[in-house]
């Protein structure tokens, strides 16, 4: 099972900065919200290894594909 973008970018969210849902509520004290620096570079480096690891991923299926041929 594939996991898209924006459910790692929800998870990252919901872990580290401990927002429930990046969806647009229309309401100030929903969509606003005060976080601490340190939960942000936490949030940061959560999505930097999350792309990593991504294009890991993605670079091991196309070493595959080229195997092939």
């Keep these: ?3 898209t973008i924006d459910q790692i970018f929800a998870l990252i969210a919901q872990k580290h900065l401990f927002i429930e849902t ?3 509520r ?3 004290r929903l969509d606003f919200h005060d976080v601490a620096v340190w ?3 936490d949030a940061l ?3 930097f290894k999350a792309g990593v690891e ?3 991923s993605t ?6 594909e080229i195997a092939q041929d």
């Design 1 to 3: 099972m594939s996991t």
């Design 22 to 24: 990046l969806e647009t």
């Design 26 to 28: 229309h309401s100030d």
């Design 39 to 41: 939960s942000v570079r």
């Design 45 to 47: 480096e959560a999505a």
């Design 54 to 56: 991504l294009g890991a």
């Design 59 to 64: 670079l091991k299926a196309t070493e595959a």
